[in-house]
């Protein structure tokens, strides 16, 4: 199966469920307060968030008055390219060493995610090291050892409750030693003592810093796309502690709700930079705002 059939697939659920309603509002013979009211309440449903859905017609309608647009046929098609353009960003090319730090809630599959996030680098050539850096969570360490063994990547883990930087220090020094390309760092999800996560991911920075200051570095947040507006709530909490870089957003397969892509660009300004589509090992794509698009519409 092809990236863009595999992505198509992933989000039938939330092209079915925005396509039937779109399909509604642009069944309307002229452009007036009525169709843009309808267009509105759709984007809205659909999970874009009010922020996101106020921006976007905004803009519908400086061009439909700019191209002299008449038909909602015409304004659909600068919708699409609306869409397109509100999350689509240029995100500089990865270069190697490279070290990406993975946060977010439990739950939300980072785990998973991290797993699959190796295997990508892995088939693109790339040699990986994990940092089981989450050792607040029981069995968090086995569970990423269990991805990384399918992924066919190094692990570097410590006990559960040993001090999550000292495993980031030992993965950059297995990395630095043997000369790999990617170093992935799983982290804690907790978030009821927000101070001891800030704390704890502060002092993960500061060695990387250190101990890896010349690396490419990306702090990714994961999200799980079933919680729709809940999870952008996230991103702020998360952006605070570690200043994030993008998001890998999860379980788009299983949700009609995949239009919180929107709302996350519009509230943050942030890019989402791989899609979880399925629950095989290679079901984690790079995010294309112009697939993603038209998998939807």
């Keep these: 199966m092809g990236l863009f059939a595999k992505i198509k697939e992933g989000l039938k659920k939330t092209k079915d ?115 089981a850096a989450d050792t607040f969570r029981a069995a968090a360490s086995e569970q990423l050892e269990i991805w990384a063994e399918r992924a066919g990547v190094r692990i570097v883990k410590h006990e559960e409750g040993s001090d999550p930087a000292a495993v980031v220090f030992d993965a950059i020094a297995s990395a630095k030693a043997k000369g790999t390309d990617v170093i992935l760092v799983d982290t804690a999800g907790r978030l009821h003592n927000k101070k001891n996560l800030m704390n704890e991911l502060s002092k993960i920075n500061r060695v990387i810093d250190r101990e890896l200051p010349n690396a490419d570095r990306r702090n990714y947040i994961v999200l799980d796309a079933t919680t729709g507006q809940n999870a952008v709530s996230q991103v702020e909490v998360f952006d605070e502690a570690i200043d994030i870089d993008g998001i890998i957003l999860t379980k788009l397969d299983g949700t009609a709700k995949g239009g919180v892509v929107m709302a996350i660009s519009a509230e943050y300004e942030m890019p989402v930079v791989y899609i979880g589509v399925g629950e095989k090992i290679d079901d984690l794509l790079p995010f294309n705002a112009t697939e993603f698009v038209n998998a939807i519409l």
């Excluded at 659909?46 to 017609?57: C, L, N, P, S, Y």
């Excluded at 240029?90 to 995610?113: H, M």
Aim: a negative charge; proline letters at 3%.
């Design 17 to 131: 469920n925005i396509a039937k309603k779109l399909f509604e509002v642009f069944k309307a013979k002229e452009l007036n307060d009525e169709f843009y009211e309808e267009l509105e309440m759709a984007l809205i449903a659909a999970d874009m968030g009010v922020t996101a859905t106020e921006q976007i017609i905004g803009e519908l309608k400086d061009q439909v008055f700019a191209k002299k647009i008449t038909s909602p046929e015409g304004a659909r098609d600068l919708l699409r390219q609306i869409l397109i353009d509100s999350i689509d960003y240029e995100i500089p090319e990865y270069t190697y060493p490279l070290l990406i730090l993975v946060a977010g809630v439990n739950g939300v599959g980072k785990t998973t995610a991290i797993g699959k996030l190796a295997n990508y680098f892995k088939s693109q050539g790339k040699s990986v090291v994990v940092a």
